[in-house]
């Protein structure tokens, strides 16, 4: 069974940093690559940043370029997304999830998904 689970939103200003971890179980963690998803209230999901199976490609959304970092460790079976100059915008839950199709930005490609976590930025 496949299982994906973030951790590490809460609350902060504008302008802090939150450190969001998702771990997987179930699968073979260094054979896929892993996305990062949000979705504020009352709109779609939207991709945030992806990275490879081996951590060598990576991508972002235009938003979130040069303040959002993601990476992995294979050892631990974890993906991260270091978020920096948070934005009151950047308020959303956000998601992990999982896909065999390399690292990609169309939510259709990813196959397993986690529970999600809630980062609010007030101003």
């Known amino acids: 069974q496949v299982q994906l689970v973030e951790s590490g939103g809460g609350s902060v200003q504008a302008g802090g940093s939150l450190r969001l971890s998702c771990a997987v179980s179930?699968?073979?963690?260094?054979?896929?690559?892993m996305g990062w998803f949000r979705q504020a209230p009352g709109k779609e999901r939207r991709f945030v940043a992806t990275?490879?199976?081996?951590?060598?490609?990576?991508h972002y959304a235009d938003s979130v370029k040069g303040r959002f970092t993601v990476s992995r460790d294979n050892a631990k079976n974890t993906v991260y997304l270091q978020m920096n100059s948070l934005k009151p915008e950047d308020t959303a839950v956000y998601y992990c999830a999982s896909t065999p199709r390399g690292a990609t930005t169309k939510i259709n490609d990813y196959d397993y998904w986690g529970q999600g976590t809630q980062v609010t930025v007030s101003s």
């Open positions: 179930g699968r073979t963690f260094g054979s896929y690559a």
């Open positions: 990275i490879s199976w081996g951590a060598g490609s990576t």
